[in-house]
């Protein structure tokens, strides 16, 4: 997050607590970690843990891009093209992926070290001044349930893809795990228990946070993530209220032109655009955005421009968008590769959440249902389009709306969640394919042998 500069580590944290007394002898305390009485002892304490829960969340494998990047290359059918070198994105990209891939192994160890720091932050809330306690622990809150959505959604079978309460999903640890013995090895929990979870921190993570809170957590923020986890569980009703309470709020507006919402650095000086709900913030002192890693390029024409230039746009997504469609431009082609627009800002900030999703979230869930709650689903999907430069369409259709809802977001890893929930494919690959679920990587089932692996993998 901006101004995080300082990482802040709780777990096992190597020390020599050093003490030098007037007559100049050295005395040294060695311990193999900070006794937790000590590390969080004040309510300073336990608000700088916090600080490191969001330098934990901003991690280049988490919500750094790591999760987006991950999501992209799996439903890679036709539309992404990868030209880049490294064996982990390789085997995303190809369905190819081995037990010991750096990208399963990096996002889920960096989440669960993250979440390990909001347990601890939610160990020690008694500590907290009164008057910052619910914030604090809604932010937290807010942490911990997002990873173990995202976490779910990448190591383990979709939602409604057979038995949610049999199939296995990820363990679920709920306290800080501060030495490491035959005990702390948790056997995964079932798809249904890690969903209960997500919703029973996010849920309280919105009674708790305030509706401003600067670059860090809002209840706002905090209802999109539910409007997603409903979504994803085919919950109809609760996503479409969950999204049109945040359009509501009135407290993030669309912004006129689509092109706004992009170049955060360049264009914005940091700051997120109106229609930002949740972004990592990306300063030049601290942060990667590892979008801009693998979808960006160098510009020569446009300064501050950077990336590998890995991942590229196919003309067969090109060719989905209409004529005179401001979103089907957003490309550029320095060379022979075209690459999105939207990461070549090397400070720009990662995009989680923003209003577009919202009215594309309640014009699909109003259709499904057949209500009209905050707008017709036509009135919603029209502001979608005639944003873009679109002519106002006659009619809304489902088709019409996943459409939209692809097109508006391409790039931004919400696409891999949105083939599965419909039950659509990824080129030959079916929704439900053990090809587009991650391994547990081969390192944590090797020392704990509650650990199932995903079917398809040794």
Not at 98 to 120: E, F, G, P, Q, V
Not at 140 to 148: D, E, H, M, N, P
Not at 197 to 205: G, I, R, S, V, Y
Request: aromatic share 8%; charged share 20%; net charge negative.
């Amino acid at each position: 997050m901006k101004y995080i500069i300082k990482k802040y580590y709780l777990l096992l944290i190597p020390a020599m607590l050093l003490a030098t007394g007037c007559d100049s002898k050295l005395d040294v305390l060695p311990t193999a970690s900070i006794d937790e009485k000590v590390a969080l002892g004040t309510s300073k304490d336990v608000e700088v843990t916090l600080i490191g829960c969001y330098d934990g969340l901003q991690d280049t494998d988490v919500y750094g891009g790591g999760f987006q990047v991950t999501a992209e290359l799996l439903a890679a059918g036709t539309e992404l093209l990868f030209g880049g070198t490294y064996s982990n994105l390789l085997e995303l990209y190809n369905k190819t992926i081995t037990t010991s891939n750096s990208s399963a192994l990096n996002t889920w160890t960096d989440s669960y070290n993250t979440i390990n720091r909001a347990n601890n932050v939610l160990s020690a809330l008694t500590i907290v001044d009164e008057d910052k306690r619910a914030k604090v622990e809604g932010e937290a809150l807010f942490i911990r349930g997002s990873l173990y959505f995202e976490l779910v959604k990448l190591y383990a079978k979709t939602w409604g893809d057979g038995d949610n309460a049999a199939n296995p999903g990820v363990p679920i640890v709920l306290t800080p795990t501060r030495g490491i013995s035959e005990e702390d090895n948790r056997a995964r929990n079932s798809v249904a228990e890690v969903y209960a979870q997500a919703l029973a921190d996010l849920t309280k993570a919105k009674s708790l946070l305030p509706v401003s809170n600067g670059i860090y957590a809002t209840k706002n923020a905090a209802t999109a993530q539910l409007s997603r986890l409903y979504l994803m569980q085919g919950n109809y009703a609760a996503a479409r209220d969950a999204a049109n309470e945040v359009i509501a709020a009135g407290t993030y507006s669309l912004e006129p032109a689509f092109s706004s919402n992009f170049f955060t650095f360049l264009n914005n000086g940091g700051a997120n655009p109106d229609e930002y709900i949740f972004s990592i913030v990306v300063t030049q002192q601290d942060g990667t955005n590892a979008m801009n890693t693998y979808f960006g390029s160098t510009i020569t024409t446009i300064p501050g421009t950077s990336g590998r230039g890995d991942i590229r746009i196919s003309a067969a997504h090109r060719l989905l968008y209409e004529a005179g469609d401001v979103r089907g431009a957003f490309f550029i082609t320095p060379s022979n590769n075209t690459f999105t627009r939207k990461h070549l800002d090397t400070f720009g900030n990662v995009l989680i959440f923003r209003l577009a999703e919202m009215y594309l979230t309640r014009a699909e869930a109003n259709f499904r249902l057949g209500t009209v709650v905050g707008a017709t689903p036509l009135a919603d999907l029209n502001v979608i389009r005639t944003r873009a430069g679109l002519a106002a369409a006659t009619t809304a259709t489902l088709e019409s709306i996943l459409k939209e809802r692809h097109l508006e977001l391409a790039f931004e890893g919400q696409n891999l969640h949105d083939i599965k929930r419909n039950k659509q494919s990824v080129g030959t690959f079916p929704y439900n394919s053990p090809k587009l679920i991650l391994p547990i990587p081969q390192r944590e089932t090797d020392v704990n042998t509650k650990l199932t692996q995903n079917e398809g993998y040794n």
